[in-house]
């Protein structure tokens, strides 16, 4: 799985065993011009059929006649848009006495934040770290997020009640997710435990707010081995990026409102409008926006900071969601049968199309490129190794206007 914004995927399924080019000629751009045109020739004709992995659709068109003298492999087409995978957007709120300005906008800006990421269509869920509950230094979100009228968890939304203390919040976010001593619910900086929100398929963005830095560096954050907090005799799970997490944090993106005030020097504090400035300008939250690609804005900017912050926040969370490179096989037209022996896999872009081999399995990957079958006997799906994933994404990803066709009917090229 690698991060791919949603793309289109034109497939080509075998209509006719004649007509196939010889395996080592330049057979599969002829399929592609031929087919992907809707129907030359004797096309037009439509044959039933859909697929139902990955949340994709199909609709075949019969394929016409090749050109330049050779004979086409002549097939059907089908276009299918891949579904995104779902994204998990952790909020965590500082709730020391100077964050009253700032919690009173998250509160009044959250349900915003939510129907953003809803009209992109993606499949979200928003997980709240911070005191739960009505004062002005604690957080209830209203419904429709919520899912009570008394700030209850819902099917979209879920709150951790957690103290979160002005240099603590990165401690607070491991400890509360790994359940450790010291961050437990019903313990001073404790809460109600999150991780079982959280879905192994989905992309994961953290946004902190706050007016101070973190006692944890960057680095302790991702990749800390666990065990006593190195600030108090309390104990913390794994870095977000340890290996015993399976990989649900990989890819992360931090985003932050917090008190930078110089986009180069990172140990420079904003300014609030009385001139005073918050307490830190929270370097370590810098490191992590920069390293992760997320977006920041300076809380010392107030109300008229949030709507563009939360609309850059939902822009990211957009910008960052993730499709797997699963690529669902649609079902051969009635009366014919799928050759697994004659397919292969481009990335078009315009006028150029870089053909990318078969290499059996995923251990055939390596670091090169690739594609192979989720099932080499009877496949569902195409699947592309992470070299070719990462291509497609940039060349099929957000504005781009590229492709990825999988092409059925002529020989695969092997690597």
């Given at each position: 799985m690698r991060r791919l914004s949603l793309f289109t995927v034109v497939v080509l399924s075998a209509a006719c065993e004649a007509g196939v080019a010889p395996s080592g000629e330049s057979n599969g751009p002829s399929s592609s011009s031929s087919s992907s045109a809707g129907g030359g020739g004797d096309g037009g004709a439509q044959a039933g059929g859909s697929s139902t992995s990955g949340g994709s659709s199909s609709?075949?068109?019969?394929?016409?006649?090749?050109?330049?003298?050779?004979?086409?492999?002549?097939?059907?087409?089908?276009?299918?848009?891949?579904?995104?995978?779902?994204?998990?957007?952790?909020?965590?709120?500082?709730?020391?006495?100077?964050?009253?300005?700032?919690?009173?906008?998250?509160?009044?800006?959250?349900?915003?934040?939510?129907?953003?990421?809803?009209?992109?269509?993606?499949?979200?869920?928003?997980?709240?770290?911070?005191?739960?509950g009505t004062g002005p230094l604690e957080i209830c979100i209203p419904q429709p997020l919520a899912g009570d009228a008394s700030c209850g968890n819902g099917p979209l939304f879920f709150q951790s009640?957690?103290?979160?203390?002005?240099?603590?919040?990165?401690?607070?976010?491991?400890?509360?997710?790994?359940?450790?001593?010291g961050y437990m619910l019903g313990q001073p900086r404790g809460g109600e435990p999150w991780a079982q929100?959280?879905?192994?398929?989905?992309?994961?963005?953290?946004?902190?707010?706050?007016?101070?830095?973190a006692r944890l560096s960057a680095t302790q954050f991702q990749t800390f081995a666990g065990?006593?907090?190195?600030?108090n005799s309390l104990?913390?799970?794994?870095?977000?990026?340890?290996?015993?997490?399976?990989?649900?944090?990989?890819?992360?993106?931090?985003?932050?409102?917090?008190?930078?005030?110089?986009?180069?020097?990172?140990?420079?504090?904003?300014?609030?409008?009385?001139t005073t400035s918050p307490p830190?300008?929270?370097?370590?939250?810098?490191?992590?926006?920069?390293?992760?690609g997320g977006v920041r804005a300076q809380i010392c900017d107030g109300a008229p900071a949030w709507a563009n912050f939360f609309d850059s926040v939902a822009q990211a969370v957009v910008q960052s969601s993730e499709v797997d490179c699963v690529l669902a096989i649609?079902?051969?037209?009635?009366?014919?049968?799928?050759?697994?022996?004659?397919v292969n896999v481009e990335l078009v872009s315009g006028n150029d199309a870089t053909l990318i081999p078969n290499v059996t399995n995923q251990a055939g990957c390596g670091s090169g490129e690739g594609w192979y079958y989720d099932d080499p006997v009877t496949p569902a799906n195409v699947i592309l190794c992470p070299v070719s994933c990462d291509h497609a994404q940039d060349l099929a990803g957000p504005n781009q206007p590229g492709k990825v066709e999988v092409q059925f009917g002529c020989d695969t090229i092997v690597q």
């Amino acid at each position: 799985m690698r991060r791919l914004s949603l793309f289109t995927v034109v497939v080509l399924s075998a209509a006719c065993e004649a007509g196939v080019a010889p395996s080592g000629e330049s057979n599969g751009p002829s399929s592609s011009s031929s087919s992907s045109a809707g129907g030359g020739g004797d096309g037009g004709a439509q044959a039933g059929g859909s697929s139902t992995s990955g949340g994709s659709s199909s609709s075949f068109n019969q394929g016409g006649q090749g050109t330049g003298g050779e004979p086409a492999c002549t097939g059907v087409s089908a276009e299918a848009t891949l579904e995104a995978l779902p994204v998990d957007i952790i909020w965590m709120v500082d709730n020391s006495n100077s964050m009253d300005p700032a919690i009173a906008q998250v509160k009044a800006g959250m349900n915003n934040f939510a129907a953003l990421i809803a009209a992109s269509s993606l499949d979200y869920k928003v997980i709240l770290l911070s005191k739960r509950g009505t004062g002005p230094l604690e957080i209830c979100i209203p419904q429709p997020l919520a899912g009570d009228a008394s700030c209850g968890n819902g099917p979209l939304f879920f709150q951790s009640s957690v103290d979160v203390l002005s240099t603590q919040p990165l401690e607070q976010v491991l400890g509360t997710l790994g359940q450790t001593e010291g961050y437990m619910l019903g313990q001073p900086r404790g809460g109600e435990p999150w991780a079982q929100e959280l879905r192994p398929e989905a992309t994961k963005t953290i946004v902190v707010v706050t007016d101070d830095n973190a006692r944890l560096s960057a680095t302790q954050f991702q990749t800390f081995a666990g065990g006593q907090n190195p600030f108090n005799s309390l104990t913390l799970p794994p870095g977000i990026l340890d290996a015993s997490w399976g990989g649900l944090f990989n890819n992360f993106v931090f985003s932050g409102i917090y008190g930078w005030g110089d986009p180069n020097d990172p140990t420079v504090t904003c300014q609030y409008p009385d001139t005073t400035s918050p307490p830190n300008a929270g370097p370590t939250y810098t490191t992590l926006v920069q390293l992760t690609g997320g977006v920041r804005a300076q809380i010392c900017d107030g109300a008229p900071a949030w709507a563009n912050f939360f609309d850059s926040v939902a822009q990211a969370v957009v910008q960052s969601s993730e499709v797997d490179c699963v690529l669902a096989i649609p079902p051969p037209p009635e009366g014919e049968e799928l050759d697994i022996d004659k397919v292969n896999v481009e990335l078009v872009s315009g006028n150029d199309a870089t053909l990318i081999p078969n290499v059996t399995n995923q251990a055939g990957c390596g670091s090169g490129e690739g594609w192979y079958y989720d099932d080499p006997v009877t496949p569902a799906n195409v699947i592309l190794c992470p070299v070719s994933c990462d291509h497609a994404q940039d060349l099929a990803g957000p504005n781009q206007p590229g492709k990825v066709e999988v092409q059925f009917g002529c020989d695969t090229i092997v690597q």
